[in-house]
């Protein structure tokens, strides 16, 4: 089966050698960027964190508890996936592939972001993306998306609306 998701992640981190560190929660704070259309499938979902221990990434030779495979927290990014039907927008679980129902994952793995004990990190994730199924008749969608971090602290949710 065709990954729903590509984790092509391209991970842009943006540190100030020239002022003093900034201070933030250890609760990791996320912001939606943009969603970019790459072509009628595939996007380019940014966006912005920021984390007050640096503890953001799962290695993807992690693979003991709580990152283990038949744990909730093998992924740190989560996503969930809705197409606006008949004026409401209504969340997508599984879709049907060569006769047979699959679970829809949109969830990924984002790897380390730092290995330092505790710093301070913000920048910006580029998530390489195909949040449209096919087929499908409806052309507007939404994606809600959060992270966690090593300490299983979840940020805020954030969602993005995009019209095919």
């Known amino acids: 089966m065709k990954k729903i998701l590509y984790f092509g992640t391209i991970i842009l981190l943006l540190f100030s050698a020239c002022r003093k560190p900034e201070r933030y929660s250890d609760i990791p704070e996320i912001k939606f960027i943009s969603f970019e259309k790459l072509n009628s499938t595939d996007g380019i979902l940014t966006f912005y964190f ?6 953001i990434g799962i290695n993807n030779d992690e693979l003991y508890p709580p990152f283990d495979s038949t744990s909730v927290y093998h992924n740190n990014f ?6 606006k039907q008949n004026g409401i927008f209504v969340k997508i679980d599984s879709v049907e592939f060569n006769g047979k129902m699959r679970l829809l994952d949109m969830n990924a793995r984002i790897p380390r972001l730092s290995n330092l004990k505790e710093e ?13 199924r ?3 008749p409806f052309d507007t969608i939404k994606l809600t998306f959060y992270i966690v971090d ?5 940020s805020n949710i954030e969602e993005v609306v995009v019209i095919r």
């Open 50 to 55: 920021q984390d007050g221990d640096g503890d």
């Open 120 to 132: 301070s990190i913000n920048g910006e994730i580029y998530l390489a993306m195909i949040p449209y």
């Open 134 to 136: 096919e087929p499908t």
């Open 78 to 83: 989560f996503c969930d996936y809705y197409e």
């Open 150 to 154: 090593r300490k299983l602290n979840h």
